[in-house]
């Protein structure tokens, strides 16, 4: 019952900014961690970043520095800010929460994924 839709992929220059957005929605509990994966073609799903409702903040060395992860629990939403991105951050980015309704417990959902094209 619970979805998560990403938006604010598209296609930008090296060097240039895109806000990732994603929004939870149905019913739950309690969503505990919130974070970005993203696959690029021909390789495996990989951690972006990844942050706790307690506020705990996990970035890939591939993007510390650069991306900067948010959430907005009220909005039950995540946000991931990227700056100066390379062609290799090139890929289908995927939102993914940690989600527990009341007597259950946590469950891993995942969003349909937004592209993120970044051009030399």
């Known amino acids: 019952q619970v979805q998560l839709v990403e938006s604010g992929g598209g296609l930008v220059q090296a060097g240039g900014s895109l806000l990732l957005s994603c929004v939870a929605s149905?019913?739950?509990?309690?969503?505990?961690?919130m974070g970005w994966y993203r696959q690029a073609p021909g390789k495996q799903r990989e951690l972006v970043a990844l942050?706790?409702?307690?506020?705990?903040?996990i970035y890939a060395d591939s993007a510390k520095g650069r991306f900067t992860i948010s959430r907005d629990n009220a909005k039950s939403m995540v946000y991931l800010q990227m700056s100066s991105l390379e062609p290799e951050d090139t890929a289908v980015y995927y939102c993914?929460?940690?989600?527990?309704?009341?007597?259950?417990?946590?469950?891993?959902?995942w969003g349909k994924g937004t592209l993120v094209t970044v051009s030399s």
């Open positions: 993914n929460a940690d989600i527990s309704n009341r007597g259950t417990g946590g469950r891993d959902y």
């Open positions: 149905g019913t739950f509990f309690n969503i505990n961690t």
């Open positions: 942050k706790s409702s307690g506020g705990t903040t």
